[in-house]
């Protein structure tokens, strides 16, 4: 979500006269762009924004911008600690940043934004082939751990037309794959609601795949399910995070679903779409959580196998519920625990990637190989990375495969000889 909001920042700046440079000591300005969903991220921005000091006492008449949800949360503390900044704007009011670049506006850009899905921001897309499309804002859930309803505000539906009139034009500019960004896409809600959303979509013509993230597993609906089963755009990979294996702890989350009704989504996602993949998303270390709660996550890896995880220690954030709770867990437990959960998990994913030897996969052409420019990358429509020996393919090409290696984080593939299509 962070990648696309400045995807619209370089839209808006565009407009205005301004190029991208990958050398920060010719930049006039130079934004930053944050996450504060965990402590980490933070931590990054504070120093980077140090560097950022530097640059500008070597460059007269540099401006710095931060953007973001750490913008959002610190508001005008960052330009008291950090007088250099010049602009603090947060995610809901990217537009401003136009008004700023011409001089006409205050050092920050805080507000409840009441009319974003209303308005739609230039985009300047960093890919060709692939393209995000905003299609909510904000989110009302409240998971007890996360600073995202905070700092993103309310949850809002971008009318169905625009989102629409996005997409033909991607489709018209040669675009393939398209994703649909919503903290929650499970309920969006217009004059229509999502299933109805992706039957739309699904009929541009020239979109070939269409995703979305991400699903929130209490919102996951059987209309929902049936509509991934049917519509041929729409890819068999879903999103659902999980984030713990026991109850006690999902409910200190408040994330609205039991663990067995987790699995009962997942048994139907698998009934109705038998080669769907499934990812998700796992906290390691939420206060409170015991060696069994720990255990009963370790289990549900090993009951579930999912595709692919993202794992992460818990994280408090300040004016999150868990961040007051008691039995906050030392970080050395917490440590302990993600490795554990990691090394399960990748003992999982390389099984279900060697399960793909031998089969036939489509898959959209991407480019070169991000580590050896003699392969070419593509992604299944499971959302899995396959590299092939370099061709002279075009980026955007669907094209078949045969999976010859399954390895931990990615697919080795062949041409398949009969069956090329543009
Ligand atoms: N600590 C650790 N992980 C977090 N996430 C969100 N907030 C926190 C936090 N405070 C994770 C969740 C979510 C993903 C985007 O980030 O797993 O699904
Ligand atoms: Fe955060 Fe929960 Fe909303 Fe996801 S659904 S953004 S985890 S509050």
Redesign the pocket.
């Known amino acids: 979500m962070n990648v696309h909001d400045s995807e619209k920042m370089l839209g808006i700046l565009e407009q205005h006269g301004y190029a991208e440079t990958k050398d920060p000591h010719s930049a006039d300005l130079i934004i930053f762009n944050t996450c504060s969903?965990?402590q980490k991220a933070e931590q990054k921005f504070y120093s980077e924004l140090g560097k950022a000091r530097a640059f500008k006492k070597k460059t007269p008449g540099m401006q710095i911008a931060v953007a973001g949800c750490i913008a959002q949360q610190e508001g005008e503390n960052i330009i008291r600690k950090a007088p250099f900044v010049s602009f603090v704007f947060g995610p809901q009011n990217i537009h401003m940043l136009g008004n700023f670049v011409s001089g006409r506006i205050a050092a920050t850009a805080l507000d409840d934004n009441r009319e974003i899905e209303q308005r739609d921001l230039p985009v300047k897309r960093t890919d060709e082939v692939r393209a995000w499309v905003t299609i909510m804002y904000g989110c009302n859930n409240f998971?007890s751990?996360?600073?995202?309803p905070y700092t993103r505000g309310r949850e809002r539906s971008r009318p169905a037309k625009n989102i629409l009139a996005e997409v033909r034009e991607l489709a018209e500019k040669g675009y393939k794959e398209i994703t649909l960004l919503g903290q929650n896409v499970n309920s969006y809600r217009s004059d229509m609601n999502f299933p109805g959303l992706l039957r739309m979509l699904d009929r541009v013509g020239g979109i070939e795949r269409i995703r979305y993230v991400?699903s929130h597993p209490r919102d996951l609906s059987d209309e929902l399910i049936a509509v991934i089963g049917d519509l041929p755009k729409v890819c068999e990979h879903i999103h659902l995070?999980l984030?713990s294996g026991s109850n006690k702890i999902l409910r200190l989350m408040n994330r609205g679903y039991s663990f067995e009704e987790y699995v009962q989504k997942v048994l139907k996602l698998r009934d109705r779409i038998p080669d769907i993949s499934i990812t998700t998303?796992?906290?390691a270390g939420f206060p409170g959580e015991t060696e069994d709660d720990h255990i009963l996550t370790m289990d549900a890896l090993e009951k579930i196998e999912f595709d692919g995880i993202?794992a992460?220690?818990?994280?408090?954030?300040r004016g999150?519920n868990?961040s007051a709770l008691e039995n906050q867990l030392p970080d050395g437990i917490t440590s302990v625990r993600l490795s554990q959960i990691l090394e399960t998990q990748n003992k999982i994913t390389e099984m279900k990637n060697r399960l793909l030897e031998g089969t036939f996969q489509e898959i959209l052409i991407e480019g070169e190989g991000k580590t050896d420019e003699k392969k070419l990358t593509g992604r299944t429509r499971t959302n899995k990375i396959v590299n092939i020996p370099w061709s002279d393919t075009a980026k955007g090409t669907l094209i078949f495969v045969e999976i010859i290696k399954g390895k931990q984080h990615s697919l080795e593939g062949r041409l398949s000889a009969q069956d090329q299509r543009e």
């Open positions: 969903i965990r998971c751990f996360c600073i995202v991400t995070p984030q998303d796992i906290i993202f992460f220690k818990f994280s408090p954030r999150t868990a």
